[in-house]
């Protein structure tokens, strides 16, 4: 029999259960804590060994009892630095507050000592922390030293020489300060603020002794000039990284100042010898830069040799642009930027070698930059003809441009962008000589670095003389490549080609050639940039491609520039635009590769099309009157195109034929009579298309489909009010010999078949349906519809059901919809809503039922033919 305990013995059993978990939790929750303090590493203080009262302990660990709770860790050093930060500001601020407040109060006696005290004892007291290891205390009060010391030359300033000049006694102080606080932060070399203070200290004595005697701005320019350079020597052999950043930040600032005054005089100098001095100054920056980087590591030793290089530019072509014409400046800093290639040849070492190649680089993309305005003027200018087409020859091709340009300030564009062109014709020529001379600067002896994803090293290797590749990075799967030498010479020769055409066009334009001589020379110019195309056509592809792709880009850009030039006069339109037919023709012909002979093949077509709109022109016809006449070209394409057959190019030049037939239906939109003539004539040319088994899937559709719109519109221009008549005989033979030719083939499809005789009907009477009061009509279109419809469904004929059903369904909501409208008005405002609400829920609840519905139709309507 189980005994029961009274409920009051039993809560007082259940108490003491619940003490003795509690006790045990507590007890497993301290050896928990205990055991990942063990598991930490160990710090420097504690004591490895084995505790003998405690177990689990792993051996290394610090050695505790059971039970002991771990000490909280002591307040991090940010709290530290917190404290005394605060602690340090709160002092100099009291040392600020009784400089400037309480220091009147005091006589000379009294000031004196109570500065000497506190400077003194702030700067004895950092040396005696740093014995005790005290080093955050330590800096904290060096930094109040600091503060202290500049108190106390205001003090001196204010008391013991009052009179004398501020920017002189700032320039004689910060001198002191600095020697001051280097000697204090040698002494006390374990102290992070002193030499950084010095540092920025040494920035202004002579700044500040150039401005209290009043020199001259150059005078100023040597003056920061000298500070970098001293800046440059502490960031070359400054003792740590405080120093050296320190001393960078301030390098920078004055050179960056010292080379600005010394452009800015330059600049605004009277003559050559007037810019001697600035350039000087120019030039001892850049020895400056180029020391700096002959001695700094690799980043700042090529960003040393750009400042070097283009601070070189600067000094010497100030000199060079003071004695030229204000049109020839460029010219001057070019060559002077062009001259900096000759560090190929020198020892200066590589990456700094590499940044003067930069500097000479950006020197001639910043000549190039200049040229591109008045180059755009020369290519964009004509289109300022089409407004006034054949309107008359100008004078002159700059009148033909329509530009406001100051061409005398640009006549040293053309002589810059050909003397780039040209330079970069002969790399492109001579590249191996060039491999070779470059090979000092270009080599890569260093391993390469690695992908930091693939972690795989590569194997740099430097080309051979005479090679066409001079290096890149192989042999890991994450190395990084170098671009290969056939990709940079062929950037090389499309420059060249680029630069040259652009530059023979400035020159017309600096020089002002007769109107006829500047479009003979831009068609010219065409025809030796597509010779240059077709010549290097075939040559291959990826880097070998640049000059040919480059060349073909130019002749169809310079085409259209040329093209627009000739419409100020007729004859010269009717010449210029025949000429780059038969170019681009001709050069379509002789082209090896595919896709520039279809480029020149629709560019011939192109200006073909251009030459039938001015023969309408030219005859005095209104813009739809000359449609037809546009269809000339496409009608040769169609032509041309059965000729080609399967060849590549047949496909691009009938589709810009067919571009060409768009624009005529464009020009005979306003006038109904003429849209229906071209539309016919499009159909024709579309019958004629699909006559080849190539073309025969869409032209065949696009030809009835031009063939039945030509009819509406004719019927609507004529204001036939019963379109059966002109339809039924068309539909009735088109249905006889649908009717035959499924006999003969089962499988063709019934749109073929019957869907342009029954949509030769049908969508007329559909149209006049729609606009007709009368009811008769309607109900004839309706009962035909069915009729169709039902033949459709009996025989599985696709265009009969769907053609049918669409007529049937538009022309009933066309008979419904005025009681529909007037249902809609008696029916409350709420009611529309809700019932597509209602719609939408019965949808949504029969969702998949009616997706596999949609399914089983879809199917349906596929296999019917």
């Known amino acids: 029999m189980e005994h029961v305990p009274p409920p009051a013995e039993e809560l007082a059993r259940l108490d003491r259960e619940l003490a003795e978990l509690d006790a045990r939790r507590a007890q497993l929750l301290t050896r928990r804590a205990w055991l990942l303090a063990a598991l930490r590493p160990p710090t420097p203080t504690a004591a490895p060994g084995w505790n003998p009262s405690g177990w689990g302990?792993?051996?290394?660990?610090?050695?505790?009892?059971?039970?002991?709770?771990?000490?909280?860790?002591?307040?991090?050093?940010?709290?530290?630095?917190?404290?005394?930060?605060?602690?340090?500001?709160?002092?100099?601020?009291?040392?600020?507050?009784?400089?400037?407040?309480?220091?009147?109060?005091?006589?000379?006696?009294?000031?004196?000592?109570?500065?000497?005290?506190?400077?003194l004892g702030a700067l004895i007291t950092p040396a005696v922390l740093l014995r005790r290891k005290l080093?955050?205390?330590?800096?904290?009060?060096?930094?109040?030293?600091?503060?202290?010391?500049?108190?106390?030359?205001?003090?001196v300033h204010a008391v013991a020489a009052p009179d004398a000049d501020g920017l002189g006694f700032?320039?004689?102080?910060?001198?002191?300060?600095?020697?001051?606080?280097?000697?204090?932060?040698?002494?006390?070399?374990?102290?992070?603020?002193?030499?950084?203070?010095?540092?920025?200290?040494?920035?202004?004595?002579?700044?500040?002794?150039?401005?209290?005697?009043?020199?001259?701005?150059?005078?100023?320019?040597?003056?920061?000039?000298?500070?970098?350079?001293?800046?440059?020597?502490?960031?070359?052999?400054?003792?740590?990284?405080?120093?050296?950043?320190?001393?960078?930040?301030?390098?920078?600032?004055?050179?960056?100042?010292?080379?600005?005054?010394?452009?800015?005089?330059?600049?605004?100098?009277?003559?050559?010898?007037?810019?001697?001095?600035?350039?000087?100054?120019?030039?001892?920056?850049?020895?400056a830069a180029l020391a700096g980087a002959w001695r700094a590591p690799k980043g700042f030793a090529r960003a040393g040799g750009v400042v070097a290089g283009l601070t070189a530019v600067a000094g010497v072509g100030g000199v060079a642009v003071a004695a030229v014409p204000d049109g020839w400046l460029v010219l001057a800093y070019l060559l002077c930027g062009l001259a900096l290639t000759g560090v190929v040849r020198t020892g200066l070492p590589r990456d700094a070698a590499r940044g003067v190649l930069v500097a000479s680089g950006a020197v001639v993309a910043g000549a190039l930059v200049w040229a591109l305005p008045p180059l755009a003027s020369v290519l964009l200018g004509p289109v300022t003809l089409l407004s006034d087409v054949w309107a008359g020859s100008p004078e002159g091709f700059r009148s033909a441009l329509g530009a406001t340009l100051s061409w005398s300030e640009q006549a040293a564009d053309p002589v810059v962008l050909a003397l780039v062109a040209g330079l970069l014709g002969s790399a492109y020529r001579w590249w191996p000589s060039l491999v070779r001379i470059t090979a000092p600067v270009a080599a890569r002896a260093e391993t390469p670095e690695p992908d930091a994803a693939a972690g795989t090293p590569g194997t740099a290797w430097t080309a051979p003389p005479g090679a066409g590749a001079p290096w890149y990075t192989t042999g890991g799967a994450g190395a990084r490549r170098r671009p290969s030498g056939a990709a940079v010479r062929g950037a090389a020769g499309a420059g060249a080609v680029a630069l040259g055409w652009g530059a023979l066009l400035l020159a017309g334009a600096v020089l002002d050639v007769p109107y006829a001589v500047a479009v003979a020379g831009e068609t010219a110019l065409v025809g030796g940039l597509l010779a240059a195309a077709v010549r290097g056509a075939g040559s291959g592809r990826g880097a070998s491609a640049?000059?040919?792709?480059?060349?073909?880009?130019?002749?169809?850009?310079?085409?259209?520039?040329?093209?627009?030039?000739?419409?100020?006069?007729?004859?010269?339109?009717?010449?210029?635009?025949?000429?780059?037919?038969?170019?681009?023709?001709?050069?379509?012909?002789?082209?090896?590769?595919?896709?520039?002979?279809?480029?020149?093949?629709?560019?011939?077509?192109?200006?073909?099309?251009?030459?039938?709109?001015?023969?309408?022109?030219?005859?005095?016809?209104?813009?739809?009157?000359?449609?037809?006449?546009?269809?000339?070209?496409?009608?040769?394409?169609?032509?041309?195109?059965?000729?080609?057959?399967?060849?590549?190019?047949?496909?691009?030049?009938?589709?810009?034929?067919?571009?060409?037939?768009?624009?005529?239906?464009?020009?005979?939109?306003?006038?109904?009579?003429?849209?229906?003539?071209?539309?016919?004539?499009?159909g024709v040319l579309a019958a004629g298309s699909a006559v080849r088994p190539e073309r025969r899937p869409v032209a065949g559709y696009l030809a009835a489909v031009l063939f039945v719109l030509a009819t509406w519109v004719r019927l609507a221009a004529s204001e036939v009010s019963f379109p059966e008549a002109y339809t039924l005989p068309v539909t009735v033979p088109a249905l006889v010999v649908g009717v035959l030719r499924r006999r003969g083939d089962r499988e063709a499809s019934s749109w073929t078949a019957y869907g342009p005789g029954l949509a030769a009907t049908l969508l007329p009477s559909l149209a006049v349906a729609w606009t007709d009061t009368d009811w008769l009509r309607p109900l004839l279109l309706g009962v035909a519809a069915l009729a169709v419809t039902l033949l459709g469904a009996r025989y599985r004929l696709q265009a009969l059901l769907l053609l049918g059903g669409a007529v049937l369904a538009l022309d009933g909501l066309h008979e419904l919809a005025p009681y529909v409208v007037q249902v809609a008005g008696a029916l409350p405002r709420w009611l529309p809503p809700a019932l597509a609400g209602l719609l939408l829920l019965v949808v949504g609840a029969t969702y998949e039922q009616r997706l596999r519905d949609a399914r089983r139709l879809k199917d349906a309507l596929g296999r019917m033919r």
Not at 135 to 154: G, I, N, P, Q, R
Request: hydrophobic share 65%; net charge positive.
């Open 57 to 119: 302990a792993p051996p290394g660990a610090p050695a505790q009892p059971w039970g002991y709770v771990p000490k909280q860790p002591s307040a991090p050093r940010s709290a530290q630095n917190v404290l005394l930060t605060l602690g340090g500001l709160l002092l100099t601020v009291a040392a600020v507050a009784f400089t400037l407040v309480s220091w009147g109060s005091m006589g000379i006696g009294g000031r004196s000592a109570v500065l000497a005290a506190m400077t």
């Open 135 to 155: 080093a955050a205390t330590a800096e904290a009060l060096a930094a109040l030293a600091l503060v202290l010391t500049l108190l106390d030359v205001y003090a």
């Open 170 to 287: 700032t320039a004689v102080a910060s001198a002191v300060l600095a020697a001051l606080w280097t000697a204090y932060g040698l002494a006390l070399g374990k102290l992070r603020l002193p030499l950084p203070a010095a540092v920025v200290l040494a920035q202004w004595p002579l700044l500040f002794w150039a401005w209290a005697a009043g020199a001259p701005a150059l005078v100023v320019g040597w003056a920061l000039l000298a500070t970098a350079v001293l800046d440059g020597v502490i960031a070359l052999w400054g003792k740590g990284a405080g120093v050296r950043v320190t001393a960078c930040v301030g390098g920078s600032v004055m050179g960056f100042s010292a080379l600005m005054v010394g452009l800015a005089l330059s600049m605004t100098a009277s003559g050559p010898l007037g810019a001697v001095a600035p350039g000087a100054l120019l030039l001892a920056a850049s020895a």
């Open 546 to 682: 640049a000059v040919p792709v480059t060349a073909l880009v130019a002749a169809v850009s310079g085409a259209v520039s040329a093209g627009a030039l000739s419409l100020a006069s007729e004859g010269t339109s009717y010449a210029v635009f025949g000429a780059l037919a038969v170019l681009f023709a001709g050069a379509a012909v002789r082209a090896g590769a595919e896709v520039p002979r279809a480029v020149f093949a629709v560019a011939a077509v192109v200006w073909a099309t251009v030459l039938t709109g001015f023969a309408g022109r030219s005859l005095g016809l209104a813009p739809h009157e000359a449609a037809p006449l546009l269809l000339v070209v496409p009608a040769l394409t169609v032509l041309l195109g059965a000729r080609l057959r399967r060849n590549p190019v047949a496909l691009p030049v009938e589709l810009t034929g067919a571009l060409g037939a768009l624009v005529a239906v464009g020009l005979a939109v306003p006038d109904a009579p003429f849209l229906a003539l071209v539309l016919a004539l499009c």
